[in-house]
């Protein structure tokens, strides 16, 4: 599978089937994360791989009403909780670029991971401080998110329909509306392709 129909089938996954994923899919995928681009090459990321049945029923225990949203994290084969030394990366104009090395490297595993046939979900919505005391992450670093890592089940769960339906998940913006030519808000020539799917 090359890049682009990873882009294009690559959807979040939010039910697995129990079929293990394999250590060299996981460490294939890993190597994609690994060879992203990053502020000045520092590579703030870093990654904590879990696939205890126990420690991930820890993660996905709900703290607070956002993280209610994602309960099927208790069901997933891996987690990839990516983190991020701040430190590491940079700031400039006040924006803090480790949350844009992780985002660059969280995707990279993920179209990986799609192009190897596996199903990924990022998880925003977690408790950070819950996280980082089940996994003995240090103070300095930041959780930026969760990637949950399996082979998607036949048929997603009726929450996940719901969820999908109601947060519009394969919706995306006309191109006309999001790029511009040469100036803001001078539209592209041809840019009428939207994405809807599934
Ligand atoms: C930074 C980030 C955080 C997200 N957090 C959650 C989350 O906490 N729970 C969840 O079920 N989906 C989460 N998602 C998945 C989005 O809802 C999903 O990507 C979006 O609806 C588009 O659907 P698609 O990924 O199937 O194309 C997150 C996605 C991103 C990029």
């Not at 394999?22 to 460490?27: R, V």
């Amino acid at each position: 599978m090359d890049v682009m129909e990873a882009i294009a089938v690559r959807r979040s996954v939010r039910k697995y089937s129990p079929q293990p994923v394999e250590d060299e899919k996981l460490e294939q995928i890993l190597e994609a994360a690994r060879l992203a681009p990053s502020w000045a090459n520092r590579q703030c990321w870093r990654f904590v791989v879990v696939r205890d049945p126990q420690t991930i029923a820890r993660l996905a225990q709900p703290r607070g009403l956002v993280t209610q949203v994602n309960r099927w994290l208790k069901d997933v084969p891996v987690v990839v909780v990516l983190c991020a030394d701040p430190r590491r990366s940079g700031t400039r104009h006040g924006q803090p670029y480790y949350m844009l090395d992780a985002g660059i490297t969280g995707e990279h595993l993920v179209l990986a991971a799609t192009a190897l046939g596996l199903g990924t979900c990022w998880i925003g919505a977690f408790d950070e401080a819950a996280i980082k005391g089940i996994l003995g992450i240090p103070a300095h670093i930041r959780v930026v998110a969760l990637i949950t890592v399996g082979y998607p089940a036949e048929r997603p769960a009726l929450y996940e329909r719901v969820m999908r339906a109601a947060a519009g998940s394969a919706r995306r913006q006309p191109l006309s509306k999001i790029a511009y030519c040469e100036r803001w808000g001078k539209p592209m020539a041809s840019s009428e392709r939207t994405r809807e799917q599934g």
